[in-house]
């Protein structure tokens, strides 16, 4: 059926969204998760003190080479570091921050033109997930997700509401563009595969995630977002100021990723694990949310373009280290992801692409 933006349907459907309806301050039984996957008491996810954070300062000079093993060391224990001092001006991300969400409290009216249940949709707002309607459980989040790149191409389907989304949102993407290649181009020369590997199809698409999960009556019982690696190639990740919720999953529990002013957070997606041969790590994360601040974060994925073929570089496999994944399109280890994720398997995403050794 086709939904006219606007109109009553379309504005009933968009009471689906969170952010609508928490002030009511109950806990819908449709967002309460199966007692093996809650977060239960919150205060056993200590804040992790130990993930890297990076100081990427001196990257072009003297500490190249001490930044580069800092990075690769993190990617392999962790599959996540934090960086500071990463050539992102404090004010463009305080800027883009207040204006993500500024987003999310605009009325209802206001958000109507971006809000939609198409999954064929690029640019959209929705709750939950894409499979709204179809899932067992809701997730407890609002998202706006739209690619960024070709920026000229996307930008007209953005939010025109903030004002300064579009330039503040460009600007940012395009930035942290240069950084997610920096990072990679360091990673490339730390595992070896000289310089400009990542610099092609296998760094070419940009989508922008906003999470934007209300205060929540019960933290212990629900969830923003379930655990999950990245299917993607590097993950940066912008989160708020003083507002914790991130937590990664680390020698066996939970543990959270303290929010640093103005530093980014990187994660390790499966096409780096891949491509690394296993050498770097994926680590499953989710969000957890809490009574008193709504948080906001929102996640900068480069990715390959659909057609890319992805495969362990040939340079990291050998008689002793033999290739681990077989080679696919991009667009097909995207579909099966997303099937997984559907049926609550997201764990047993990577099981088709391996090769048996
Ligand atoms: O909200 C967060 O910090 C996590 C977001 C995330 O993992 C994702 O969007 O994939
Ligand atoms: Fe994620």
């Not at 056993?44 to 990427?56: E, W």
Request: proline share 6%; glycine share 6%.
């Amino acid at each position: 059926m086709d939904v006219i933006v606007g109109s009553e349907s379309h504005l009933e459907q968009m009471e689906k969204l969170v952010s609508s309806w928490y002030k009511d301050g109950t806990l819908p039984e449709s967002f309460i998760w199966p007692p093996d996957s809650r977060p239960g008491k919150l205060a056993a996810a200590p804040s992790c003190k130990n993930i890297p954070v990076i100081d990427l300062g001196g990257a072009e000079g003297g500490d190249h080479t001490y930044i580069i093993h800092q990075i690769l060391e993190a990617s392999q224990e962790f599959g996540f570091f934090q960086v500071i001092n990463h050539g992102i001006s404090d004010t463009l991300l305080s800027d883009t921050m207040s204006v993500l969400k500024e987003f999310f409290e605009l009325p209802l009216e206001d958000k109507a033109s971006v809000y939609s249940e198409d999954p064929q949709k690029s640019c959209k707002l929705f709750s939950s997930s894409v499979n709204y309607d179809a899932e067992d459980v809701h997730l407890w989040r609002d998202v706006l997700r739209h690619p960024c790149h070709p920026l000229v191409e996307c930008l007209q389907d953005w939010p025109q509401q903030p004002s300064r989304y579009r330039e503040l949102v460009g600007t940012c993407s395009t930035q942290v563009k240069k950084l997610a290649l920096n990072v990679l181009e360091l990673i490339s020369e730390g595992l070896g595969l000289g310089t400009g590997y990542f610099r092609n199809e296998l760094s070419q698409n940009l989508i922008l995630s906003v999470n934007h999960y209300p205060p929540c009556p019960d933290p212990s019982l629900t969830l923003g977002l379930t655990k999950h690696c990245d299917p993607n190639l590097i993950t940066i990740l912008m989160q708020e100021d003083h507002v914790n919720g991130l937590q990664v999953f680390k020698d066996g529990e939970w543990m959270g990723v303290e929010p640093i002013s103005h530093a980014l957070v990187v994660n390790i997606g499966y096409q780096l694990h891949i491509i690394s041969n296993g050498k770097l790590k994926s680590s499953e994360h989710r969000a957890v949310t809490n009574p008193c601040n709504a948080r906001t974060s929102a996640g900068f994925f480069v990715a390959p373009s659909y057609v890319c073929v992805v495969e362990p570089a040939r340079a990291l496999v050998s008689a002793s280290n033999p290739q681990l994944y077989k080679s696919f399109q991009y667009e097909e280890f995207l579909r099966n992801f997303n099937t997984m994720v559907f049926e609550g398997k997201s764990e047993f995403a990577m099981e088709s692409f391996k090769l048996q050794t």
